[in-house]
């Protein structure tokens, strides 16, 4: 039931003291908006991030061989060695907390590109020797065609998958690239598909430049007899990339005479640690964006707080007469409550509104670009949810002790209180 | 209606205790009109408050319509005050911001009545005090003599078994007072117990029994003309 003389009561304080009302509302507009600014430009700074990492296998890690820092059995240090495919299989074998191993090979060299040549169109791409596992590890998005598959390490087909960047500059725009040919190194090579990167910024531009044909084929092609470039592994969910790591380089030293304590011969890169060292920080900047939001809203809060306070003392006489005729302790609690929940919950919705309607804005304004450090920053329901429950628990805070002051005073003494 | 024995009452500011009221016996029976006499300080209205509940007391008895009042808890207290006493002030301490009908009304609320009904009911009283054509004006657009009328109608609307007033001619002129003492004895003749407290002898005059305070005591009581001629 609407008590309408509650209302009538609420409305006329508020209004008897406009510009008081507005600057303890703005208090209270300004802590919500706050903290909805800040926690929606803190997802956007995380969405930049995790989508610049695409829809990369977390559990995973990457290995590759440098040279050796130490002697070992008659080896001098400094020895350079290569992995093979047999460690493919000893690795599988060894360890079964490894659920997906790919071996790579960098046709031409680490980081060499090789002319691709299409009629009269041609470009300068880095290709690399992959296997069809490759899609669980780093997926990417197919555009035509399909990505590598077993057949085609199995034949050892002559069969390529493009990059995006590729696919534009050997072919016309719109133009079915699958079953046309391209010439890599002088070599005919059938195009089977072409693909999009799932990264976003400069990690998406190179992928988007790499052209992969079959393990296999690369290392005829290129005369690498049993080489491997790296190897990316991604571990059972129910293990930690850092348990595995040491095993692995245990059994890569055995195959490759390394001494057992040589890290140094290796190269890594452990995403999975990547990974919790990035949600670290992100829970440190929310935890941190929380505090200052909090803080803000106190700020306003105890604005609030205050200017009740004097509201009540102005009013004295007021709730003593009300009092006297009959007024419950708990009708005056309640009367000044529901006037700082109100003033509460409407200033800090407007907050609300306001910082999703400017979150929501740059939202839009952001939409065609490719942030690599800022992306879709948003304000989720859940979050709203929490803010309304803030909004409406520091309402009851703001009233409490500003309502405990009023029914202290005895009815009597406010009755005599001079207006 | 109202029996005291022994009333004792003191306040204490700081380290100083004021001892106001100092062995108090009264007996007010109901349908009295009376009136409570006495120079400043000298208790009276302290012991209006204690009648009224508004305020406690340190020693003694005190039964209100058969009831013993004794440290009641503010809630119990807000009942008693709005079941069985009616308060009219001397500065009137009508709700500035509501208007006359709802100034009336206002008891009526705290007994949670329902809004249209207890408007109505606020109507009825108005029209008894004259001056239900007012009833949608704010208190700041009346006169004293309107005001205090409204406070009585306020006092009544909830059918109190005594009406309070502290003061309640001491903001107006002679006139208007004298034209809301004889609203006073209206009530009273309708059976309603009246007790006013006031300094003003032609006032007081205007009761049935005046009783004189001085310095915490009662220092005489006695019958007026008034009283007599309906003896």
Redesign the interface.
């Known amino acids: 039931m609407i008590d309408i003389d509650k209302w009538q009561e609420i409305f006329h304080t508020l209004r008897h003291n406009k510009l008081r009302t507005f600057l303890t509302a703005f208090g209270v507009f300004w802590g919500i908006f706050m903290l909805v600014i800040m926690l929606g430009a803190g997802t956007g700074l995380e969405n930049a991030v995790y989508s610049n990492m695409g829809d990369f296998a977390k559990n995973s890690m990457f290995i590759w061989a440098q040279k050796t820092t130490m002697p070992y059995k008659g080896f001098p240090r400094n020895r350079w060695y290569q992995f093979t495919y047999d460690d493919l299989h000893s690795l599988k074998r060894n360890i079964p907390e490894i659920d997906i191993i790919a071996p790579t090979v960098n046709g031409g060299g680490f980081r060499s590109s090789t002319l691709i040549v299409n009629g009269i169109r041609k470009g300068s791409f880095e290709v690399f020797g992959k296997v069809q596992e490759e899609d669980l590890i780093d997926p990417v998005d197919i555009e035509y065609g399909r990505f590598l598959n077993e057949f085609d390490l199995r034949e050892k087909r002559k069969v390529v998958v493009l990059g995006y960047r590729a696919y534009e500059e050997l072919f016309a725009k719109g133009e079915d690239p699958t079953n046309k040919f391209v010439r890599i190194n002088g070599i005919y090579f059938q195009v089977i598909g072409a693909f999009k990167s799932k990264h976003t910024g400069r990690w998406g531009e190179n992928q988007n430049s790499e052209v992969y044909i079959p393990f296999s084929t690369a290392q005829q092609v290129y005369n690498y007899a049993d080489k491997v470039d790296h190897f990316s592994i991604v571990v059972k969910p129910q293990y930690q990339v850092v348990d595995i790591e040491p095993k692995v380089m245990a059994i890569l030293a055995k195959n490759h005479n390394l001494h057992p304590d040589d890290k140094g011969a290796f190269g890594y890169n452990n995403v999975g640690e990547e990974f919790k060292k990035m949600n670290g920080l992100f829970l440190g900047i929310r935890g941190l964006i929380w505090i200052v939001g909090i803080g803000t809203l106190l700020a306003g809060i105890i604005g609030v707080s205050n200017i009740m306070l004097i509201i009540i003392r102005e009013r004295t006489s007021e709730f003593g007469i009300k009092r006297a005729i009959g007024a419950t302790p708990w009708k005056v609690i309640t009367t000044v409550i529901s006037e700082s929940l109100f003033l509460t919950i409407l200033a800090g919705n407007a907050g609300l509104m306001f910082g999703v309607f400017i979150i929501e804005m740059v939202n839009k304004a952001l939409q065609n670009s490719d942030g690599e450090m800022f992306q879709n920053p948003e304000v989720d329901f859940s979050l709203a949810i929490t803010a309304l429950c803030v909004i409406i628990f520091s309402g009851l805070l703001a009233g409490l002790i500003p309502s405990k002051r009023a029914v202290s005073i005895k009815p009597i003494e406010a009755i005599r209180t001079e207006n | 209606m109202v029996e005291i024995s022994g009333l004792h009452k003191s306040y204490i500011t700081g380290t100083n205790s004021l001892h106001v009221l100092k062995g108090i016996d009264l007996t007010i029976e109901a349908g009295e009109m009376v009136s409570i006499m006495g120079s400043s300080g000298s208790g009276k209205s302290t012991l209006l ?1 204690v009648i ?1 509940i ?2 406690g007391y340190d020693k003694g008895e005190y039964n209100l319509n058969g009831k013993v009042i004794r440290d009641l808890s ?2 119990q207290a ?2 008693y ?3 069985m006493i ?2 009219v ?1 001397q ?1 009137f ?6 208007n006359a009908l ?1 100034n009336v009304a ?2 009526l ?3 949670k009545i329902p ?1 249209r009904k207890r408007n109505k009911i606020a109507a009825e009283y108005l029209e008894k005090v004259g001056l239900l054509d007012w009833a949608t004006h704010l208190p700041s657009e009346l006169s004293g003599g309107q005001k205090q009328r409204i406070a009585i109608a ?2 009544l609307i ?1 059918n109190p078994k005594v009406i309070l007033a502290d003061e309640p001619t001491g903001a107006l002129d002679t006139q208007t007072s004298y034209e809301v003492m004889e609203l006073f004895k209206e009530i009273n003749d309708s059976g309603i117990t009246m007790i006013i407290v006031t300094h003003e002898k032609d006032i007081s005059e205007r009761t049935k029994r005046i009783i004189h305070l001085k310095d915490g005591f009662i220092e005489k009581e006695y019958k007026t003309k008034l009283s007599l001629n309906y003896a």
């Open positions: 408050n009224g508004l305020d503010e809630k807000a009942w005050r709005n079941q009616g308060f002030f500065s301490n009508l709700i500035s911001f509501k709802e206002l008891p609320y705290y007994q809004r306020r006092a909830s």
